[in-house]
């Protein structure tokens, strides 16, 4: 049975910041059989349909050199499509956010 290697629909874009591409080249350095599987580009017309998920995460420790500290926090606004994460968005505050998504008060 074949792996199956989800990729987004930009299978072309081969660069550090795709994680999926070093795992396929991984995967071919080793001789691993695997079934590439695109995922869909949504048509705009189905954004109603979105669901959005909001998460905050707190990131904490020190610059490597400099031993400099590090506190930073940032809230996520990810646009889910049929169980995939067709979009995400980063923002400084929560605040930020709930206003990015029309529910701040």
Same mark, same amino acid.
């Given at each position: 049975?074949?792996?199956?290697?989800?990729?987004?629909?930009?299978?072309?874009?081969?660069?550090?910041?795709?994680?999926?591409?070093?795992?396929?080249?991984?995967? *071919?350095?080793?001789?691993?059989?695997?079934?590439? !599987?695109?995922?869909? +580009?949504?048509? $705009?017309?189905?954004?109603?349909?979105? @669901?959005?998920?909001?998460?905050?995460?707190?990131?904490?420790?020190?610059?490597?050199?400099?031993?400099?500290?590090? *506190?930073?926090?940032?809230?996520?606004?990810?646009? !889910?499509?049929?169980? +995939?994460?067709? $979009?995400?968005?980063?923002?400084?505050? @929560?605040?930020?956010?709930?206003?990015?998504?029309?529910?701040?008060?």
């Amino acid at each position: 049975m074949a792996i199956k290697l989800h990729r987004c629909a930009f299978t072309f874009i081969h660069s550090d910041k795709d994680h999926c591409y070093p795992v396929q080249n991984a995967l *071919d350095e080793q001789n691993i059989n695997y079934e590439v !599987v695109k995922q869909p +580009l949504l048509p $705009r017309s189905r954004r109603k349909e979105a @669901e959005r998920l909001l998460a905050s995460a707190r990131q904490r420790g020190r610059g490597k050199a400099s031993g400099a500290p590090m *506190d930073a926090e940032a809230t996520f606004v990810f646009t !889910v499509r049929e169980g +995939l994460i067709a $979009r995400w968005q980063m923002f400084s505050s @929560e605040e930020q956010a709930l206003k990015a998504v029309g529910l701040a008060e």
